[in-house]
């Protein structure tokens, strides 16, 4: 197949001074894209700003002969989010990929964290994201066309220890999901992608040097070389114009690239209006039997079907 190239291209990737969102903007300004590179330069925690990490990436980008320039907007706030794409466009024009991988971590145990930390994470990675998304959509809409990528965790699948993190990761879900919805009839994907790879968020300055671990050059982590850069092939796919599929996620790292998709059983439809807890435990095998299961495409959908089902099966008996 043909080389995936992105000339002409103008990209925007938040986080991404470091670690993940370093390799994303590498790899597709390294196909041809303009890329702006936007990191606050915060801590771990989001505390604190440093313009340096988005001016090295930026640095090495064109040092490889690339075309970058470097932002330090703070995209958990609307006018940051705003200046963010007001920049990209100033300067090249036009805004044709948006990657948001901006993100923090904070270790946090529950029920001992409080309301406001869990608040931060859906500030940077909900909120964040969707205020970039929304500063781009309408630009988006006017050429037709729009490819953008979330990221998401799979801490949405369910972790103690990421529980604020993996909530706020299900918001970004969420929110891919409705946006693929939305840009359907416009010529806007939307993904997102559950990367497994060791930064400085996923504890590599702990195993390595904070250099290493988020310039993925550091391979240690939760599996052999599950470098950032390894992520990266997936999403430059997911920002192309050659790939179509919306309101998918994706699991990738390690080598491994695989499909994250929420599914129902076909379940039990009782017979009568007389439903009991007995009667519902007496079909419990029944209503968790994931031999049959659908894959809905989005609420809509699913509403529609989740009707004909019920109506397949009338009413039979009455107590």
């Known amino acids: 197949m043909e080389n995936i190239r992105f000339d002409g291209r103008v990209a925007i990737v ?4 470091r670690g993940i969102g370093r390799a994303h903007a590498l790899l597709l300004a390294e196909r041809g894209a303009r890329v702006v590179v936007n990191d606050l330069g915060s801590e771990s925690s989001g505390d604190g700003s440093d313009s340096r990490p988005a001016e090295e990436v930026v640095a090495a980008i064109c ?3 690339g075309e970058a320039l470097s932002d330090t907007s703070d995209v958990a706030s609307p006018e ?36 406001s930390e869990l608040r931060r994470y859906f500030d940077v990675h909900v909120t964040g994201s969707f205020n970039v998304a929304r500063e781009c959509w309408p630009h988006m809409v006017q050429s037709g066309y729009g490819r953008i990528v979330m990221t998401t965790s799979h801490g949405i699948l369910g972790s103690a220890p990421l529980l604020a993190y993996g909530t706020a990761k299900g918001g970004v879900f969420a929110l891919a999901r409705a946006l693929a919805v939305t840009g359907r009839e416009l ?9 497994v790879a060791e930064t400085r968020l996923a504890g590599g300055a702990d195993n390595d040097t ?34 179509q599929v919306s309101g998918e996620t994706f699991l990738s790292g390690g080598r491994r690239h695989a499909r994250l998709f929420v599914a129902e059983t076909e379940g039990y439809i009782h017979a009568g209006a007389d439903v009991t807890p007995e009667v519902v435990a007496e079909h419990w095998a029944q209503i968790m039997n994931e031999s049959d ?24 008996s009455l107590a």
Request: proline share 7%.
């Open 80 to 115: 940051g989010a705003a200046q963010l794409v007001r920049r990209a466009l100033d300067v090249y024009g036009r805004v044709d990929i948006l990657v948001n991988n901006a993100g923090i971590f904070m270790p946090g145990e529950f029920p001992a964290m409080e309301a």
């Open 14 to 17: 938040t986080g991404a001074g």
């Open 210 to 243: 904070p250099e290493k671990a988020d310039s993925g050059t550091s391979e240690k982590g939760f599996l052999d070389g599950s470098t950032p850069a390894l992520v990266s092939p997936l999403v430059a796919l997911l920002c192309h114009e050659s790939c």
């Open 187 to 195: 010529g806007i994907t939307v993904n997102s992608v559950a990367p």
């Open 293 to 316: 299961h659908y894959i809905p495409q989005d609420t809509n959908t699913w509403l529609v079907g989740n009707a004909e089902r019920i109506a397949a099966s009338p009413v039979t």
């Open 63 to 65: 040092a490889a002969g």
